[in-house]
């Protein structure tokens, strides 16, 4: 089925030129009418990973979330804004995070909430494949509507974080990394992030282009500026054009091939009707990708020892910088795996038992943690 990708041109967070593309971006869609009504209370699912300024483009910029909600207010609805950011979910930490992220004051300056509801509520998921029952957190039930709005970012583990992963902030806090614990294979954990997807049902997608993240993300990357404004009814869609946008082949991300797989979009641009501009105008053929590969190479039948030596040599790790750690245990705390520990305030790891989610380096707070990848993998991702 195909579906518009509205692309816009903007290259600054300067207020009035952000919001002249959001309205923008509504019209290229047919309007705000056909999605959100008047008494609607929308939730804009932000992407609001850890405690991080703007500038670190690590989140949401929040002149994006303002201009986007200024437009859903002047149509008379109610805007609440939320996310499950890593770590625990609770109100000190939110309270944190929104101060930091910069969404305290411009929900302040427009007079829409933030949320603190922490509670979490578990759920059927008719549409899910893995996930056929979820826990999810409660604020989807204080919302008429959702709206995703992601910042588009390079993933150590999923190569590339967009509007379908941004939904994985529904699982409340920690319990995120049970989801990286049960399913270690990188097309299950693909799978399981469509299920969510799938089941926030977001009625329209917006990604933060202006400046993203190449390299390390999606924490510990380096800012770079896109200056694209993106838009779409589907997330699958919106998640095509914006991989191509970075110079990846769609399919090259794990999340994009198994909506392939499943039906949800073809995963390249000729199911897209762009009415604005195309990919080809951002496209950033140098934008630094992790190369990533399954996180389990060998079937499941494997000798231990095989296993053992071959992730050994082949396998990415997460290499922790000293000089940087600040002795926080943040990491350890977050690994789904339970394979760091904390010794004279520096995190130790247990390199067999570790699954590879690279939450520790997705959370770390000083970019303490690198991933490192062997010569061979580097080699072979070119091949
Ligand atoms: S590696 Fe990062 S998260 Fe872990 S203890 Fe050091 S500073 Fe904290
Ligand atoms: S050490 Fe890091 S990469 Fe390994 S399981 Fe723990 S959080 Fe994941």
């Given at each position: 089925m195909t579906h518009i990708v509205s692309l816009l041109e903007c290259r600054t967070y300067e207020y009035d030129l952000v919001k002249k593309a959001i309205v923008q971006s509504f019209e290229n869609l047919g309007g705000i009418s056909p999605y959100i009504q008047k008494g609607d209370i929308v939730?804009?699912?932000?992407?609001?990973?850890?405690?991080?300024?703007?500038?670190?483009?690590?989140?949401?910029?929040p002149i994006f979330v303002k201009a986007l909600a200024e437009t859903l207010l002047a149509h008379g609805a109610q805007v609440l804004i939320g996310d499950s950011p890593g770590g625990p979910f609770n109100e000190k930490a939110l309270r944190g995070v929104y101060r930091v992220c910069g969404m305290e004051q411009i929900a302040h300056e427009l007079g829409c909430t933030l949320n603190y509801n922490t509670n979490s509520i578990h759920v059927k998921n008719k549409?899910?494949?893995?996930?056929?029952?979820l826990t999810v957190v409660e604020m989807l039930q204080d919302v008429t509507k959702v709206i995703s709005v992601s910042k588009l970012k390079t993933h150590g583990m999923a190569m590339f974080t967009g509007a379908v992963k941004?939904?994985?902030?529904?699982?409340?806090g920690i319990l995120k990394a049970e989801y990286h614990f049960s399913m270690p294979e990188i097309a299950d954990f693909s799978d399981a992030l469509i299920d969510i997807c799938a089941y926030a049902d977001p009625i329209l997608s917006f990604m933060d282009g202006i400046v993203g993240m190449e390299g390390?993300?999606?924490?510990a990357g380096i800012p770079r500026e896109i200056g694209v404004v993106l838009a779409s009814t589907s997330p699958y869609h919106l998640d095509v054009a914006a991989a191509a946008i970075i110079g990846?082949?769609?399919?090259?991300v794990p999340t994009i091939k198994r909506s392939v797989a499943r039906g949800?979009?073809?995963?390249?641009?000729?199911d897209i009707i762009f009415p604005?501009?195309?990919?080809e105008k951002f496209l950033l053929s140098d934008y630094k990708i992790p190369k990533i590969r399954s996180?389990?190479?060998?079937?499941?039948?494997?000798?231990s020892y095989v296993k053992t030596f071959v992730n050994a040599c082949l396998q990415p790790k997460p290499v922790f910088h000293f000089k940087d750690?600040?002795?926080?245990?943040i990491c350890a705390e977050s690994c789904p795996a339970k394979v760091l520990h904390m010794q004279d305030q520096k995190p130790i790891i247990d390199?067999?038992?570790?699954?590879?989610?690279f939450c520790c380096q997705e959370l770390c707070p000083k970019k303490a943690v690198t991933i490192h990848r062997p010569w061979i993998m580097k080699i072979l991702s070119k091949i």
């Open positions: 939730l804009l699912k932000v992407n609001l990973l850890m405690k991080k300024t703007p500038e670190e483009a690590t989140t949401t910029h549409k899910g494949l893995l996930l056929k029952q941004n939904m994985f902030g529904i699982v409340p390390e993300g999606p924490s990846l082949t769609p399919t090259q949800l979009c073809s995963g390249t641009l000729e604005a501009e195309r990919p996180t389990n190479l060998l079937p499941p039948t494997t000798p750690c600040v002795g926080c245990g390199l067999n038992e570790c699954i590879r989610c």
